[in-house]
């Protein structure tokens, strides 16, 4: 059973989950926006909006913080220079998710996943 357990599996193992939602953090972070499928989109946005509101507050223990769970000094640096300082007035909610049409192939339900 899965009393108290939050988060999505996705159908993968705890080391490939982490390893997809890591990279999707890195193209959001770097893009601003992203398309995939809404099951990644609902399993991401916890997990930005906890970074973003980190990134609210500039100071080394934040900054060694998100190097330690997002791995790449330059996204970080993004996220406390431009991202962060962004959102400060705002009290929550960074990130919308947009359904989309399925995708064409296999008829997955799509989703947009953007920074308000």
Same mark, same amino acid.
């Given at each position: 059973?899965?009393?108290?357990k939050?988060?999505?599996?996705l159908?993968?193992?705890?080391?490939?989950?982490?390893?997809?939602?890591r990279?999707?953090?890195?193209? *959001?972070?770097?893009?601003? /926006?992203?398309?995939?499928?809404?099951?990644k989109? #609902?399993a991401? !946005?916890p &997990?930005? %909006?906890? =970074?973003?509101?980190?990134?609210r507050k500039?100071? *080394?223990?934040?900054r060694? /913080?998100?190097i330690?769970?997002?791995?790449?000094? #330059?996204?970080v !640096?993004? &996220?406390? %220079?431009? =991202?962060?300082?962004?959102?400060?007035e705002?009290?929550?909610?960074?990130?919308?998710?947009?359904?989309?049409?399925?995708?064409?192939?296999?008829?997955? !339900?799509?989703?947009?996943?953007e920074?308000?």
């Amino acid at each position: 059973m899965r009393h108290g357990k939050k988060g999505k599996i996705l159908q993968r193992k705890k080391g490939p989950r982490k390893a997809l939602l890591r990279a999707l953090s890195y193209s *959001l972070i770097l893009h601003e /926006k992203i398309k995939t499928t809404e099951a990644k989109a #609902k399993a991401l !946005k916890p &997990l930005i %909006e906890k =970074i973003v509101f980190l990134s609210r507050k500039n100071d *080394l223990s934040t900054r060694r /913080k998100l190097i330690s769970y997002l791995g790449n000094k #330059k996204i970080v !640096k993004k &996220l406390l %220079e431009q =991202i962060g300082p962004r959102y400060l007035e705002r009290v929550g909610g960074y990130v919308r998710i947009i359904k989309l049409s399925p995708r064409i192939t296999d008829a997955a !339900k799509m989703a947009l996943i953007e920074f308000v």
